[in-house]
């Protein structure tokens, strides 16, 4: 069956620290996509990054990282140097091609408080 | 412009009130979506309407009655409620169904039932 599990409920770390988010799946198709969402206090979800299951690569986006690895069903978030604005409650999610037509199964949730 | 935007923003009702939650897309979507978050727990999705066709209903009890009347608008009209479906309530775009792109958020409706 298709699931998402952040292991980590909350997380708090002081401003400047790096910081890394778990995400682990599981899925039977071959081919679906992850997604990483970030929820502020206001409450929209807002979009972070979308990877197919057939790219592999690691991608930054400035403070923001990403690790793939298909080995250990697994789409880690990484911040360096957080910043105060990062706290937030961040969604991993998958979404299946073939089994659920795209619907998004999240994980629980990961709160991140970043302490000045 | 938001992308999406939801009304109202926060929500007090009665057990025996009637009363709607309204979503509005801006990005010439197709696809659109309600979602239930409680605390400590996963989106959960509640609806799919893809354009304007009802797709998915993931077994949600009658008392949440949606509608899409256009590509642009979802409705989630609210009736009998119970305490237990206090939660914010979170809708959705996409450009469609299947794409497998990314989903706009809106900001969502907190709802208190009392």
């Known amino acids: 069956a298709q699931k998402v599990t952040q292991a980590q409920t909350e997380i708090s770390v002081v401003e400047k620290e790096d910081v890394t988010l778990d995400c682990v799946y599981e899925?039977?198709?071959?081919?679906?996509?992850l997604f990483w969402y970030k929820q502020p206090p206001s409450g929209e979800l807002v979009f972070l990054i979308r990877?197919?299951?057939?790219?592999?690569q690691n991608e930054i986006s400035g403070r923001y990282s990403w690790n793939f690895q298909k080995s250990t069903s697994s789409f880690n978030f990484t911040i360096t140097a957080s910043q105060v604005v990062d706290s937030a409650v961040y969604f991993c999610?998958?979404?299946?091609?073939?089994?659920?037509?795209?619907?998004?199964?999240f994980g629980q949730g990961t709160e991140l408080s970043v302490k000045p | 412009e938001t992308g999406v935007t939801q009304t109202p923003r926060h929500l007090v009702m009665g057990m025996t009130n009637k009363k709607s939650l309204k979503c509005e897309q801006h990005?010439?979507?197709?696809?659109m979506y309600w979602y239930k978050q409680s605390a400590k727990k996963p989106l959960e999705l509640m609806f799919v309407?893809?354009?304007?066709?009802?797709?998915e209903n993931n077994s949600v009890p009658s008392r949440f009655s949606p509608e899409c009347p256009n590509s642009s608008h979802l409705f989630l009209h609210l009736h009998t409620l119970q305490p237990e479906d206090s939660a914010l309530y979170l809708c959705?775009?996409?450009?469609?169904?299947?794409?497998?792109?990314?989903?706009?958020f809106g900001p969502g409706t907190r709802l208190t039932v009392l």
């Open positions: 959705a775009s996409s450009q469609d169904e299947a794409d497998h792109k990314q989903q706009f």
């Open positions: 899925t039977r198709d071959t081919t679906y996509y």
């Open positions: 990877r197919n299951s057939f790219d592999e």
């Open positions: 999610a998958l979404s299946e091609v073939y089994n659920q037509g795209g619907k998004l199964i």
């Open positions: 990005l010439g979507h197709n696809a």
């Open positions: 309407y893809n354009f304007k066709e009802q797709t």
